[in-house]
């Protein structure tokens, strides 16, 4: 089982540009989230998606939108960059267990 | 500002040595989860403990939950070199929402 699958791993932007993180997970859950961690710092909730077609606001969602594809997947969109979304952008997916699993995490720089 | 914030931000013991980390909330919960995250990966679940449960174990973890007081201890006993990493406590409220601490650094030396 690959669990939660995040691409790119790596992606360097300019300010102003627009990109698209992918999340995927095999799992079967119905909840995936979005996080940003900042260095030296703990996660913040950026959006998440409690079930297939339903998104909401999570503490620091300025700036981004999210689409839940489908069950399985969930993206995140900046519409024009800023050097202040320079972060690790990590998606996660929940099923009724209510532990959280993670992906590894894509290291974004805006210059 | 983030749910739950924990103290000390680091923490640096002897192999061998029992490490304690402590984790205040804000708001009610459902339940209370710690993560653990090795440097540059994802995070990892180690524990959850439920709002009417006062004191949970699994193997070297003891995790105690106090609603009263709105915090949580992470108890690692005989820590050990591979226990280097951050500790993270997380809040899970009425909404879905899981809202991250901002983490303890532990290094245990060898």
């Known amino acids: 089982n690959a669990g939660v699958t995040q691409t790119p791993k790596f992606q360097v932007l300019k300010t102003g540009q627009s990109m698209t993180l992918q999340c995927a997970q095999d799992m079967n859950h119905n909840s995936m989230y979005w996080y940003r961690q900042d260095p030296g710092m703990g996660l913040r909730l950026i959006y998440y998606?409690?079930?297939?077609?339903?998104?909401d606001k999570g503490e620091v969602p300025n700036g981004y939108n999210v689409s839940r594809l489908n069950k399985r997947e969930f993206s995140l969109r900046l519409e024009s960059a800023a050097p202040s979304q320079t972060s690790v952008y990590f998606c996660?997916?929940?099923?009724?267990?209510?532990?959280?699993?993670f992906g590894s995490g894509t290291q974004l720089s805006v210059l | 500002s983030q749910q739950g914030e924990e103290d000390p931000q680091a923490l640096s013991i002897q192999e061998g040595e029992n490490a304690t980390m402590n984790c205040s909330y804000k708001?009610?919960?459902?339940?209370l989860q710690w993560y653990r995250q090795n440097s540059g990966r994802g995070l990892v679940h180690l524990i959850l403990?439920?709002?009417?449960?006062r004191e949970k174990h699994s193997g070297r973890l003891r995790v105690t939950l106090d609603t009263s007081k709105k915090s949580s201890s992470l108890l690692i006993t005989a820590s050990r070199a591979a226990d280097t990493a951050s500790y993270f406590c997380a809040t899970d409220g009425s909404s879905y929402k899981l809202i991250f601490g901002s983490g303890t650094r532990l290094l245990v030396r060898p």
């Open positions: 998606s409690a079930s297939e077609g339903t998104t």
């Open positions: 996660a997916s929940r099923g009724l267990g209510e532990k959280l699993f």
């Open positions: 708001t009610s919960i459902n339940n």
């Open positions: 403990i439920r709002s009417n449960e």
